[in-house]
């Protein structure tokens, strides 16, 4: 019987020793890179503006994020974005995405660009003051999914509570739209019947955070000793993933955190349906020490399952070039469990550049927002962000945009 237990148990690390083998194998073919873009640049004032076959931009419009799904129903691709109204009389773009942004929808019949605007779909009156429902203002990082023959819609939105909601401190209007960001989703059959205005949508958020801990200048505080949870503050930046094997949905979001000073940190909801409701979970995840009593601060997770690798994967923005090593970018980590993440040997996914046609290589000031299309293998085939070529924040003039960038893979 000793005997026969000590085989088994050979056999068991055996086992999990080719998994790992196998697993670190496939992160030795599992390498991608940027393909060429097809657009040309138009300088128009201080800005540069794109036109050509891999970019979506609109007149007199910031457009932002970009989550790009094929139709079951008629084999078209569909690009969901958020835009705001831009010109002299219309907010900066560090006040426009909160004051009053919209999503919209586009349509082509290749994955790789030559989208064309259908129109704005959810929030239609932009700017205009509007504290109707909990999402009312402004909605924002539209993340599409299909799940069980229907499509889900998720993304953050907001809405000013007003000045006589309970603040510790002093806080804007600005301020207190951004610390009353919240989740939702859109559930609908069909893109024609989205367009329809045939869609259902939670009355009340998806996710709100659990906890409201901030030294000072806080929205709706938590009590003193409230131990933070990782969403914290805020919920934005949704990436929802099946795990086949649990048969679980994970939503994954980013929080704010104070330990001193501000950072970024994300949680996951786990639920039974993509509609939820979802649980939120303790754990912080896609979290790394610098070694120096830092934590390395990330940003918009795009998350997928790998069917053959048995593994999630996550593009993310590397603000400083921490999880690389290198320059900011877009990096990639990886995990068994989705929980645990971890950094691969080469964590690099994208430099923040495009390649143009001709083979230049030009640095962009924002690549943000990473959204990919799969293949029925679950490896990615474009890279659809949020870019601009110069510095955005002060700007008023519509020069942000969605490229679409093809992502080929090394042999």
């Not at 401190?169 to 019947?193: T, Y």
């Not at 409230?226 to 914290?232: E, G, L, Y």
């Not at 320059?327 to 993440?341: R, T, V």
Request: aromatic residues 14%; glycine residues 8%.
């Amino acid at each position: 019987m000793n005997d026969l237990f000590v085989m088994n148990m050979k056999r068991k690390i055996l086992f999990v020793c080719l998994a790992f083998l196998a697993l670190l194998q496939g992160w030795a073919q599992h390498t991608w890179q940027a393909g060429p873009v097809n657009l040309e640049l138009i300088q128009r004032g201080n800005s540069e503006f794109p036109s050509g076959f891999s970019a979506f931009s609109l007149k007199n419009r910031f457009i932002w994020c970009g989550s790009a799904i094929q139709a079951e129903e008629d084999g078209k691709y569909y690009l969901f974005y958020s835009a705001m109204k831009s010109g002299p009389k219309y907010p900066r773009f560090i006040d426009a995405w909160l004051l009053g942004s919209m999503i919209g929808v586009a349509v082509s019949y290749s994955p790789y660009g030559g989208y064309k605007d259908i129109g704005i779909v959810y929030n239609k009156d932009g700017y205009r003051p509007d504290s109707c429902s909990w999402d009312a203002q402004s909605v924002h990082n539209p993340h599409i999914k299909r799940y069980n023959g229907k499509y889900y819609l998720y993304y953050c939105a907001t809405v000013d509570p007003g000045g006589n909601a309970h603040v510790k401190g002093k806080l804007s209007r600005r301020d207190r739209l951004q610390q009353n960001q919240k989740l939702g989703v859109l559930c609908f059959n069909s893109i024609k019947e989205l367009l329809e205005g045939k869609f259902s949508c939670n009355e009340q958020p998806l996710l709100a955070p659990r906890t409201r801990v901030k030294p000072d200048n806080v929205l709706e505080p938590s009590p003193e000793g409230t131990v933070t949870k990782p969403d914290n503050l805020i919920l934005v930046n949704p990436a929802v993933v099946y795990h086949p094997l649990k048969k679980k949905y994970y939503l994954y979001f980013k929080g704010n955190v104070y330990d001193p000073t501000w950072r970024g940190v994300h949680g996951v909801a786990i639920a039974d349906a993509p509609e939820g409701p979802f649980i939120v979970q303790d754990d912080y995840v896609f979290e790394f020490e610098t070694g120096d009593n830092q934590k390395l601060n990330a940003e918009d997770p795009f998350v997928w399952y790998h069917r053959k690798d048995n593994c999630f994967y996550a593009v993310f923005k590397d603000f400083t070039g921490g999880f690389t090593k290198g320059e900011p970018g877009l990096a990639i980590m990886y995990a068994e469990d989705g929980i645990h993440w971890k950094l691969p040997e080469h964590s690099l996914f994208m430099n923040k550049e495009i390649i143009l046609k001709n083979g230049e290589r030009l640095e962009v000031d924002r690549l943000e927002r990473p959204q990919l299309l799969l293949d029925e293998n679950d490896e990615p085939i474009v890279l659809y962000s949020a870019c601009s070529i110069t510095s955005l924040n002060m700007k008023q003039d519509g020069s942000s945009f969605n490229i679409q960038i093809p992502i080929l893979r090394n042999k």
